[in-house]
């Protein structure tokens, strides 16, 4: 079986650059090794945050982790837009290309967990800026995942529906967050 390339486009370069999805997972977990061991500052100033909306929810922390780093690496002001993804170096360059988003594309993700504005920001009624709270913002997530364990049971099938709600469209979005998951059970 081929490996398919992806593509990554990072902001500010105007180069693509492809990489092997194994590649990709090389370099997410030697990047998720550095960050534990240098104790990266999203989950250095998340990490009881993580902890404490886990216990909450019921949702296992280290997924919660998981699910963010893969999500927007650790990212609190990370945007995802009809698939492209944006890092922004603070909340209020965030939230005003967010407004201009919103505008021209149907699926704007927002920050550390990603969460779908149109679904969670407006069903929750709010506003951009609070969805750039990472507290909020994991607590959502959390609330999502919890929703999908009580109604699918908790398993990496159910995990991964946060994603996708078809298990071929979000089998290798789960292969990451169990590799991630695996990653974090050795280091912490």
Do not use: C
Not at 43 to 57: C, E, H, M, P, V
Not at 127 to 151: C, M, T
């Amino acid at each position: 079986m081929k490996n398919k390339l992806s593509k990554i486009v990072f902001q500010g370069f105007k180069m693509k650059i492809r990489y092997y999805s194994i590649q990709l997972m090389s370099v997410a977990a030697i990047g998720l090794i550095i960050a534990l061991i240098w104790g990266i500052k999203p989950f250095a100033a998340y990490g009881n945050t993580f902890k404490s909306i886990g216990r909450l929810t019921g949702v296992n922390y280290k997924i919660l982790v998981s699910v963010a780093y893969v999500e927007s690496g650790l990212n609190p002001y990370a945007v995802d837009v009809d698939g492209r993804a944006y890092f922004f170096k603070n909340k209020r360059a965030a939230v005003k290309a967010v407004k201009r988003y919103i505008r021209k594309y149907p699926s704007v993700d927002i920050g550390l967990m990603q969460v779908n504005y149109e679904i969670w920001g407006q069903y929750l009624n709010l506003p951009i800026s609070r969805l750039f709270n990472p507290k909020i913002n994991i607590l959502i997530g959390a609330y999502i995942l919890s929703h999908y364990i009580r109604k699918y049971g908790y398993s990496w099938k159910t995990i991964g529906r946060y994603h996708s709600a078809r298990s071929w469209s979000n089998y290798n979005y789960r292969r990451k967050i169990q590799y991630i998951y695996g990653l974090i059970g050795k280091n912490k």
